[in-house]
């Protein structure tokens, strides 16, 4: 402002930083809201393409994998990847124009002053660097030491009577505290990464406002530039550090987030189960199992040449002491694993080769280990057959003897298999569970 100018000038200086305040205010306020709609948008689809993607996974892949990493991915690192989405982008976005406009502000002032201020952030972009480089790797060690914490203590909770009655405490007790540390020491390294990097980000901000005073007070002996210039450099230098911080905030959560999204994203490169298409379609019911052989990848051999032949109608009851393989030649024969020798086929087609829609018409595996799905018996019957009418689902109902829990409600407005069943069912007989869980394969 020049000397003299008045009131006047001041009054329309306040007014010029009233109408920026505001501006800034509706913009930044606009950011955030389309951020938070992209974000929200994004983060649904990345949930469906994630479900779709699990869905589609051969049921051998899932199981390599432990429902524990699916469940962390589904979860937690889903979760990272919608807060990223919906906050990281605005605030990027509001804190960069930010820094543009305050960095602006100094070379406007003197540009040689503004080169010195850009100079003097040179120990942040080293420090930047050094974290770049170790973060991303950091992390991902991180979501996979999470996850198999989720799938060991999935496996002691789902097999907890297993456990007690063969008196495995100590063992499980063990390998999760094994797993525990080795999630500890993933976390305690990503935390020493920003233990390193954010202490020197604080100290190099120092850097930029010494070095405009110095030069600045260099500038001014000589007469290049005036003390107002120097002093409102430094402020502004000193005012740069806090939309800096921020962005250099989002870019560390961007390392975690980037990590989460890769591990959601990295079902995509799983194998996943073919479609229908030019599959063949078995000629009938009959199974022949041929000359096969199964190992498993860390154990010996379970079977040896079984030959075996179960034609239409006929019942086979498969018994032997645990260890026998009688599940493995269950799994084999359902096509959730391929025989390593020999042939497991279903009407003259290869299970292993049978399209998904097409397996789990011609053949149905029901362990004893049955999951009902919350909601009603209806719903769960309509798993198999959403467009089944009624007379359908009864008919499947009677196939498997469980019409006697619903039968007497068949006339009443609010039928018992319209009632809420569930995993937590209370007091259901154990058979009575099973049954639900075999009637959506019964139904036509």
């Known amino acids: ?61 899932v199981e390599r994998a432990g429902t524990g990493d699916l469940t962390a991915r589904g979860t937690a690192d889903v979760a990272i990847v919608g807060t990223t989405l919906r906050d990281v982008g605005p605030e990027l976005l509001v804190n960069s124009v930010q820094a543009l406009f305050v960095m602006g502000a100094v070379f406007v002032l003197d540009p040689l002053l503004g080169l010195f201020g850009v100079l003097g952030l040179t120990p942040v972009w080293f420090a930047l660097r050094w974290y770049l480089r170790r973060a991303r790797d950091g992390y991902l060690a991180e979501g996979t030491a999470n996850s198999e914490v989720a799938e060991i203590l999935t496996a002691t909770v789902a097999g907890a009577r297993t456990v007690e009655a063969f008196r495995l405490q100590e063992r499980r007790v063990t390998a999760s505290r094994d797993t525990l540390r080795t999630a500890l020491r993933t976390r305690l390294y990503t935390l020493f990464l920003r233990t390193v990097f954010f202490p020197a980000v604080e100290v190099s901000y120092t850097i930029p406002v010494a070095g405009v005073l110095l030069v600045g007070g260099w500038l001014h002996g000589r007469g290049a530039v005036g003390v107002g210039a120097v002093v409102a450099a430094a402020l502004y230098l000193r005012q740069f550090t806090e939309p800096l911080d921020q962005i250099l905030m989002r870019i560390e959560q961007l390392q975690s987030s980037g990590a989460s999204f890769a591990r959601v994203e990295g079902l995509a490169a799983a194998p996943r189960a073919e479609g229908d298409g030019d599959a063949p379609t078995p000629a009938d019911d009959r199974i022949d199992v041929t000359g096969v052989r199964y190992a498993y ?36 024969l359902a ?82 298999w319209a009632r809420t ?13 099973w049954r639900v869980s075999c009637w959506p394969t019964r139904t036509p």
């Open 297 to 332: 990848e860390r154990g010996g051999e379970v079977l040896h040449g079984v030959d075996l032949t179960v034609r239409p109608g006929e019942r086979l009851a498969v018994v032997g002491p645990s260890g026998a393989g009688k599940t493995t030649l269950s799994r084999l």
């Open 421 to 433: 069943v569930g995993a937590r069912t209370a007091r259901r007989p154990s058979n009575s569970r």
């Open 335 to 416: 096509g959730v694993d391929a025989p390593t020798e020999g042939t497991v086929t279903v009407g003259g087609v290869p299970v292993s080769g049978l399209a998904p829609e097409t397996l789990r018409r011609q053949v149905v595996l029901v362990t004893q280990e049955h999951h009902v799905f919350l909601g009603s018996v209806r719903d769960n019957l309509l798993i198999a057959e959403p467009a089944a009418t009624d007379e359908e689902l009864w008919a499947a109902l009677s196939a498997v003897g469980a019409e006697e829990g619903c039968g007497s409600c068949r006339t009443v407005s609010t039928p018992a």
């Open 1 to 61: 402002m020049r000397a003299g100018a008045g009131v006047s000038a001041v009054d329309r200086l306040a007014l010029v930083i009233v109408v920026c305040a505001l501006a800034q205010l509706l913009l930044a306020r606009w950011a955030r809201y389309v951020g938070h709609r992209f974000g929200e948008r994004t983060l649904a689809r990345v949930r469906e393409d994630f479900v779709d993607r699990a869905l589609a996974l051969p049921a051998s892949v």
